[in-house]
């Protein structure tokens, strides 16, 4: 059956609805960033830039890095967002948009982010480097799909039991990166991490400037959480909805975080710019190397 016009909605000109791409303008290598500026500051690396297409908070360019096709596309902030880009993003590999029909062949995507948070532990520290193991969202994202056959329920369970998780909030959900993918981004200067993907940036990131919070405690009881002797390690707020999405749809994701806050000692980078920097520059050769 064909999709109808008011559920795959392309533009005029034959292009996907928010992101504005053709399915030429895709990479099968994709590195996903929140800053629509941090796409330049990645494919300033690049030897090559065939396309720089933008609308809305969706910047993409695709081009060459050592011999490696990549597209960058920024996300803006928020699983929201993630919805749009990676249900778009797989349309354009997945679905033939003329017949609006499924492709019998999949594409396999490798999805990277890179982007910042902050950490909830002390020992680490602003301007370190985490790839999310294991993300856990606060978002409702994933519960919108059917989804249970890829998420890790025993770990949501006891993390909502044990920060006494309020009943007006939704339940979390989580899920593993890709662990292939996942371990190769690992060296001595990125750990791995158990990342919790919120709904937002000051309350639900336990942040208060002028409002109460429902329970201030929340960020220590997360802090405090242990899974097989693993803690959690930091906040940000797009992790989750990829990795689901992802597993969802058959790609494969990792997601890697500059430290640019650390909740616990209250410092923030000096040069959030910079990490950013290094981490891009890191994650480009490890692309590489990986032989994607
Ligand atoms: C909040 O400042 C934003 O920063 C983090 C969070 O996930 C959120 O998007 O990621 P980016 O630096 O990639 O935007
Ligand atoms: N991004 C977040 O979502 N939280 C932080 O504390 C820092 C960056």
């Avoid at 597993?247 to 910079?274: D, Y």
Wanted: glycine share 6%; charged share 25%.
């Amino acid at each position: 059956m064909a999709i109808a016009e008011s559920e795959l909605i392309l533009n005029k000109d034959g292009s996907i609805y928010h992101l504005n791409l053709k399915p030429e303008h895709l990479a099968q290598t994709i590195i996903t960033v929140g800053d629509p500026d941090r796409v330049d500051l990645v494919t300033q690396h690049f030897e090559t830039i065939e396309c720089n297409i933008r609308k809305r908070e969706f910047h993409t360019q695709t081009g060459i890095y050592k011999g490696h096709r990549i597209t960058v596309i920024s996300t803006g902030i928020g699983t929201d967002n993630i919805d749009i880009v990676c249900n778009e993003l797989d349309a354009l590999v997945n679905i033939d948009l003329t017949t609006r029909k499924n492709k019998t062949e999949r594409t396999t995507l490798h999805i990277i982010r890179i982007g910042t948070s902050g950490s909830i532990q002390p020992d680490i520290p602003i301007d370190s480097f985490v790839v999310s193991e294991i993300a856990t969202g606060f978002d409702s994202l994933l519960h919108f799909y059917k989804s249970n056959h890829v998420q890790l329920p025993e770990i949501s369970e006891a993390l909502a039991k044990h920060i006494d998780l309020d009943q007006n909030k939704s339940k979390p959900y989580t899920v593993a990166y890709d662990k292939q993918l996942g371990e190769h981004m690992l060296s001595s200067i990125v750990q791995k991490g158990h990342t919790v993907t919120n709904v937002g940036f000051y309350g639900p990131q336990g942040r208060v400037l002028r409002l109460p919070l429902q329970d201030q405690e929340l960020n220590t009881k997360i802090a405090s959480f242990v899974h097989e002797d693993k803690k959690i390690t930091n906040l940000e707020m797009e992790t989750a909805g990829i990795y689901g999405l992802a597993k969802l749809l058959g790609h494969k994701a990792v997601s890697m975080n500059a430290i640019v806050a650390n909740r616990t000692t209250g410092e923030f980078s000096q040069n959030p710019k910079e990490t950013v920097k290094k981490l891009i520059k890191y994650t480009l050769d490890k692309i590489v190397d990986y032989h994607l």
